[in-house]
């Protein structure tokens, strides 16, 4: 595979005065030096890339992302440094779908993401968008709690992805996995504050949507608004299925296990059932041991249709504040053993 760097820090002074627009300026990287000829370590300068401010922004109808790579393969973007952007500006000035996400990769396949600090996004911090392969590692993704739409990691229309010892936390999602992915691997992230890990939403407007192998193990839940996270929107039709979450860790977490049917962003965040469900199935989880900020530690809301195939076995959960928790289920079916809470409410 023929390797490209990123010339990233000798970027950083040009880039600290990129303005979004609907022309966005290009830049020659090797008019800053870079030599590209795929051996040549194009970024020993540390440095820090620094978005403009919500006032400095240029108007424009749409912009997607500040930072933006599409179809580059075998791309590397190396570490340290940090990516900041400046969002501190732009959140409550600035709505929801004009403000940008900090770093997006677009049809990138084998994508190599290491050893950044990012550091409050307008919005998302990072969104992979239709790649295939793609590493992330050794990550700190920061943004204060109540940062709206600050999520670390958004991944949709993608395969193959590792993400590993990672810190996220932000004011949203840690990691959101939506529509059109499977084989994904999250290990060793620590998440929090934040949203937790989560599937989802999936089948918003009515949409058909899938998600599959997706593999989560010994990560951390601290202090996060939840844990582990499967949310569909009623009307949508696919599949979450083939989902695990094994080994994990909680510190005083906001729900823990949660499967959510009747999300609805933004309408009271609770919706009723429709004659469609996107369809959840084949759920795992397991070693689950820590404490938990709310009563319902475990809560499986599941659609009219049902969930299959959920299990839940050796989970120790306390309370963070000395109270008795419970299980709460709605339509799951499923098995359970050596659980703390006791499940006593799954469907065979
Ligand atoms: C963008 O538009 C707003 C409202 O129309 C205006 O107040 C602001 O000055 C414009 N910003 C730039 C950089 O042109
Ligand atoms: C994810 O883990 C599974 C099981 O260990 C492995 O078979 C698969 O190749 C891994 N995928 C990625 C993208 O790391
Ligand atoms: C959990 O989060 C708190 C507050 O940010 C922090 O002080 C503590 O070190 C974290 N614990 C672990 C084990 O990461
Ligand atoms: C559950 O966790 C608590 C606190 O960490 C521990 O004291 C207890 O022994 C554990 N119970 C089981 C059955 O593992």
Known sequence: MEKVVAMFFMLSISLAYLAIGNAQPTFDVGK????GDGKTNDSPVMGKILAPSANARRNSTSLDCWLCFKRVDGL???????????GE??????????????????????LILSGLTHLNSQKNHITIHSCSGVSISNLHIIAPSDSPNTDGIDISLS????????????GDDCIAIKGGTSNINITRVTCGPGHGISIGSLGEDGSNQIVEQVYVTGCTFNGSDNGARIK??????????????????????????????????GRDHHCQDQEKAVAISGVTFSGFQGTSAVV??????????????????????????GQDLRAVCNNAHGTTASTVPVVSCLLS
């Open 232 to 265: 569909t929107t009623p009307g949508g039709t696919g599949f979450a299925r083939g989902v695990s979450f094994e080994g994990i860790t909680l510190i005083a977490s906001g729900n823990p296990i949660v499967i959510d049917q009747h999300y609805c962003n």
């Open 296 to 321: 319902e530690a475990i809560n499986l809301d599941c659609s009219k249709q049902g969930c299959r195939g959920i299990t839940i076995n050796n989970v120790n959960i306390s309370s963070s504040v």
């Open 32 to 35: 800053f030096g870079a030599v």
């Open 76 to 86: 590397i973007v190396d570490g340290p440094g940090q990516i900041d952007g400046n």
């Open 159 to 170: 395969t193959q992805l590792l993400i590993s010892n990672t810190f996220i936390g932000t």
């Open 89 to 110: 500006t732009w959140w409550t000035k600035v709505p929801k779908n004009e403000r940008p996400t900090a770093l997006h990769f677009h049809l990138c396949n084998n």
